[in-house]
């Protein structure tokens, strides 16, 4: 026989009637993660390791995997990723703390002013952004090769040469301020005490030792921030290639995520861009922790 | 030393006349660096909205027109052609309704965008709640998964997702655009670091003074935590208006796509090199982002401020 002790039912009773409400508020929330988050999640390592089409699915073990090692198409894709992502990176984290150091000098209402500007340009979406760069970029009529004409430079073909299309997107990319960096950087500094550059003053310590000794090592945990995003972000850039080259041309601008996109929704090889897709989370995820293991900061103040 | 030590107040009223005198060539010199950048970023924004008021055959021609010389409307029109015309069957109207696609993109992206956001409202503080302020068995684990989610590349469960809504029977609706997004956990994040700023001293004079657990979160915690609110409702409004991948992926229908994806719809198709067509559907996309962001600047400051002190 099992009968349930009264002990137990009194104990779950209780226990029910503390946590109920808690449970109730974060079920939604947690369905929906499970549903749309952990399950397909979870479904992605499997279908890596399946052939999935339209109308098949196969278990072949590592041989997406094989086929990426061995595809010089993927090789490309990747070395173009991380091309893209190293200069989106740097570029990003230095002008954006360039652009904050100089602007904390001035009143309130101007930096407010140049930090709006700076921002403005990333409400809008990406397909937007890359869709004008496109006119820029266009060959006859667009307003950059008019400016090198100006300057007496023949014009340049911006996105068909193969050898210059990926790091026309690399500069749609970089010549853009970015805002979301200035806003943080500009919070960092604002919250660093003024009595440090006081004190550094009175010891003789000029605008550079300043800098060097005081602003950047306490904003390490901000610089790490911002590399740890910019870096996710980088890797992921997909709406530029997709909208100003679809990848082109002879796949000079492919990179993971348009490649995931082509294979599984132009070729329907489900298996093989799951694949991809694992990899992309795999470099991100080792980034990730490097930067936090490198650049994780013993400061504090 | 021990000369004649300066008292810390008068040092800095000192160090500020100094840096007042100094302020003129340095300062105008840097002000002038930041002009420039601040032109160029903001340049091809600028240029999206030159060009759409520019007629077709004045975009064609060199130099350019870096302010347009006789601004026209046309290329919106032009735009609205290009997307092709549909025709509804309303509920409750019995004459069908005759639209332009173009239109139609830009009701689904409000109604994607804004749908999204309420029902993030609505679940996220409530999680966030629960998580802030609750102690309950499994509330670290679950806060430690969703801090994990965060990291995860939303290109990594697209196709499971595909597969997911497609054998709900979703693929290529609303609901199937709409369902997976909600999903999002930056949100809980967002509110829950807010709300642990709150007394709880407030919750226990409620629950003292007899409020239930839902009046407690629905008349304390959720006034209270109006700002931070504020910044998730803009934040999801801009991630949902701006999202291409999923609406890419999972719209297959004209009449269901998004502003975004008609864009890059529009441009696959025959008017694909008229650029002052393109930057009018470019300008229709950035106009109520812009709009936004004019009328509730300081909440996206204090957004990132938020997300950036978890470190």
């Known amino acids: 026989m099992n009968a349930v002790s009264p002990a137990l039912v009194q104990r779950a009773t209780l226990f029910w009637n503390r946590h109920k409400w808690s449970y109730f508020f974060v079920l939604p929330s947690t369905l929906l993660f499970i549903l749309f988050i952990v399950y397909p999640l979870f479904q992605a390592f499997l279908l890596s390791f399946q052939d999935v089409g339209l109308r098949r699915a196969e278990w072949v073990g590592l041989k997406n995997f094989e086929f990426l090692f061995n595809s010089t198409l993927f090789h490309k894709s990747l070395l173009n990723t991380f091309v893209y992502a190293f200069f989106v990176v740097v570029s990003w984290t230095t002008s954006s703390l360039v652009v904050a150091v100089l602007l904390q000098p001035f009143s309130n209402w101007v930096r407010a002013v140049f930090r709006g500007a700076f921002y403005l340009p990333y409400v809008s979406s990406v397909v937007v952004i890359s869709l004008v760069w496109l006119w820029i970029f266009q060959p006859d009529f667009g307003f950059l090769n008019y400016i090198l004409g100006l300057l007496g430079i023949p014009r340049v073909l911006w996105l068909q040469d193969p050898n210059i299309a990926l790091w026309s997107i690399v500069l749609s990319t970089i010549v853009i301020i970015p805002g979301t960096g200035v806003v943080i950087y500009s919070a960092a500094l604002g919250a660093i005490p003024t009595e440090y550059y006081d004190a550094a003053e009175v010891e003789g310590a000029n605008a550079f030792h300043r800098l060097r000794f005081i602003t950047f090592p306490l904003l390490k945990p901000t610089t790490l921030y911002l590399v740890v995003i910019y870096t996710i972000a980088g890797f992921q850039i997909f709406e530029r290639v997709y909208v100003m080259t679809g990848g082109g041309p002879v796949n000079s601008t492919m990179t993971l995520v348009q490649l995931i996109y082509r294979t599984a929704f132009s070729d329907f090889n489900y298996g093989r861009a799951s694949a991809i897709a694992l990899v992309l989370f795999a470099i991100i995820a080792l980034f990730s922790f490097l930067q936090f293991r490198v650049l994780s900061s013993d400061y504090e103040y | ?311």
């Not at chain 2, 340049?43 to 030159?50: E, H, K, N, T, V």
């Not at chain 2, 409620?206 to 629905?218: C, L, N, V």
């Open chain 2, 1 to 311: 030393m021990a000369a004649k030590s300066v008292p810390y107040a008068e040092l800095t009223t000192l160090r500020k006349r100094y840096n007042r005198r100094r302020l003129d060539i340095s300062k105008l010199l840097v002000l002038i660096l930041l002009t420039t950048m601040a032109v160029v970023s903001l340049f091809p924004l600028y240029w999206i909205f030159a060009t759409a008021l520019t007629p077709a055959a004045s975009t064609v021609k060199i130099p350019p027109e870096l302010i347009p010389a006789n601004p026209t409307l046309d290329n919106f029109f032009e735009i609205a052609k290009a997307g092709g015309t549909t025709t509804l069957h309303l509920p409750f109207v019995d004459e069908p309704l005759h639209i332009q696609r173009v239109w139609l993109w830009l009701f689904n992206t409000a109604l994607y965008a804004v749908i999204s956001m309420v029902i993030h409202l609505v679940f996220d503080s409530m999680a966030a709640y629960a998580l802030a302020k609750r102690r309950f068995p499994g509330a670290r684990p679950l806060f430690w998964l969703i801090l994990a989610a965060i990291m995860i590349p939303p290109q990594v469960t697209l196709i499971p997702l595909f597969f997911l809504v497609r054998d709900m029977g979703l693929n290529n609706t609303f609901q199937g655009l709409l369902l997976p997004g909600l999903a999002d956990v930056i949100g809980i994040f967002l509110l829950k670091q807010f709300m642990q700023t709150i007394p709880s001293e407030l919750e226990e004079a409620a629950r003292i003074d007899g409020a239930s657990e839902w009046q407690i979160y629905r008349l304390v915690i959720m006034p209270l935590s109006i700002p931070a609110l504020a910044v998730t409702a803009i934040f999801a409004f801009q991630r949902y208006w701006n999202n291409f991948l999923w609406p890419l992926v999972i719209t297959h229908n004209p009449d269901l796509f998004t502003l975004q994806v008609g864009l890059s719809y529009i441009q696959n198709g025959e008017f694909g090199t008229n650029y002052g067509l393109l930057m009018s559907g470019a300008a229709l996309a950035a106009l109520p982002m812009i709009a936004v962001f004019f009328a509730f600047q300081r909440y996206f400051v204090q957004g990132l401020r938020i997300g950036a002190v978890k470190g």
